[in-house]
Structures are given as C-alpha cells and as structure tokens.
T-cell receptor, first 114, second 115 residues
Framework: AQSVTQLDSQVPVFEEAPVELRCNYS??????LFWYVQYPNQGLQLLLK??????LVKGINGFEAEFNKSQTSFHLRKPSVHISDTAEYFC????????????FGKGTHLIIQP | GAVVSQHPSWVICKSGTSVKIECRSL??????MFWYRQFPKQSLMLMAT?????????EQGVEKDKFLINHASLTLSTLTVTSAHPEDSSFYIC???????????FGPGTRLTVT
C-alpha cells in the first residue's frame, strides 16, 4: 500500500516570494511521483512528474520538484509566485508502470497575498 | 495529445434515478481507465480501475452494484450511478493511461448533484 502526506493544508505566501509545498510518501515498491494543480471547479492539471532519471524535475509555470529517495520526499518549489498560482495542489504517487491508480495527498491550498 | 473528455460536465438528478457519465480518450487508446471521486474541499479517492473488455476492479468500500463501470472499448469507459441518493453528490473524475506510459491523463470532471 502507498500513502502520501502533505503536511500543510494551507500555505499563505506574498506575491513574488518563493514557495515550497511539502510532500512525503510511503511505499514498499518503486514509485512514480506527480504534482497536480486544481483551480476551483475544474479538473486536474499536471504540473510535473518524476518517472526516472534526474531527480530534479522541471514542470510548467515555473515549478520544479526534487525527488529525494532517502527522505521519501518530493517537495514542490517555485522561486517567485504570482496571484494566478492561487489554487489547490495535490501530490500523488503510483507504482512503477502505473497499472494501479494514483494515491493522492490531501492537498495544499496555496494562497497568494498581494 | 493525450486528451480525455467527460460528459456531461454537470448533471442534476432526482433521488432514486440513475445517471451515466462517459469518459473518452480522444486521441489515444487507453489500456486502463480509472474513476475517482472528490468531495468538496477534499482530495481525490480512487473508486475503481477498468481495463477494456474486463470487469472493473473496485477499491475497498466502493459498492460495485451502485457504481457500475463498463469499459467497452479502448477509448470509452462509463460510470453509472444507480439509484442515486444525495450522499452520492460529488465531483467524479476519470483518467486514462496508455501502455508503456507511466502517467494518467485526467478528464475535466463531472459534478453530480442528487436532489
């Protein structure tokens, strides 16, 4: 069984400041890791993914994440946030191959303050 | 590429009736399709996994007879909520994956309201 922990349910940040959204996972097998963003009343948009290779992954909208196997973490970062980044962010894990569904964290609500 | 659509995007039905939600992969063949459920201000929970031509695999606690899943082709899966009740009101999201690709592609979701 897999699990994902997003410790911060809500993160307020001032505009143009850096942000880090934390994600830790638990799994007995090798995993794929994902970050998704969800705007109000919309579906999920993939920000970035780690399948293999370089542990530093760059995604859309200036986001990046680093896979740390020893710490079982996949924290999401952005050096300078904008008002438009206000949304719900979900970290998710699947087994390698993706034959099973994704296990999602509870989500982190990123609030950008002017 | 890798676009997934859902229909309808929003549906209201009366308690006791059934409603069908379609999930289509528009530009690829989906070896596996997944159905998730999301309550307001909560995370997504996997309901079931389906492969074309096979019976769906349901997660623990999901009623098979209430949530009927049919994966009739490599581009279409349907979720039928039978005898819907207000507690079934939720946001239902499907996703699809391709063989050899590790990620899932998500549909835009269907908001179901049962009155």
């Amino acid at each position: 069984a897999q699990s994902v922990t997003q410790l911060d349910s809500q993160v307020p940040v001032f505009e143009e400041a850096p942000v880090e959204l934390r994600c830790n996972y638990s799994s007995s097998v090798s995993v794929y890791l994902f970050w998704y963003v969800q705007y109000p009343n919309q579906g999920l948009q993939l920000l970035l993914k780690y399948l293999s290779g370089s542990t530093l992954v760059k995604g859309i909208n200036g986001f990046e994440a680093e896979f740390n196997k020893s710490q079982t973490s996949f924290h999401l970062r952005k050096p300078s946030v904008h008002i438009s980044d206000t949304a719900e962010y979900f970290c998710a894990v699947s087994d390698v191959g993706g034959a099973d569904g994704l296990t999602f964290g509870k989500g982190t609500h990123l609030i950008i303050q002017p | 590429g890798a676009v997934v659509s859902q229909h309808p995007s929003w549906v209201i039905c009366k308690s006791g009736t059934s409603v069908k939600i379609e999930c289509r992969s528009l530009d690829f063949q989906a070896t596996t399709m997944f159905w998730y459920r999301q309550f307001p201000k909560q995370s997504l929970m996997l309901m079931a996994t389906s492969n074309e031509g096979s019976k769906a695999t349901y997660e623990q606690g999901v009623e098979k007879d209430k949530f009927l899943i049919n994966h009739a082709s490599l581009t279409l899966s349907t979720l039928t909520v039978t005898s819907a009740h207000p507690e079934d009101s939720s946001f239902y999201i499907c996703s699809a994956s391709r063989e050899g690709f590790g990620e899932q592609y998500f549909g835009p979701g269907t908001r179901l309201t049962v009155t």
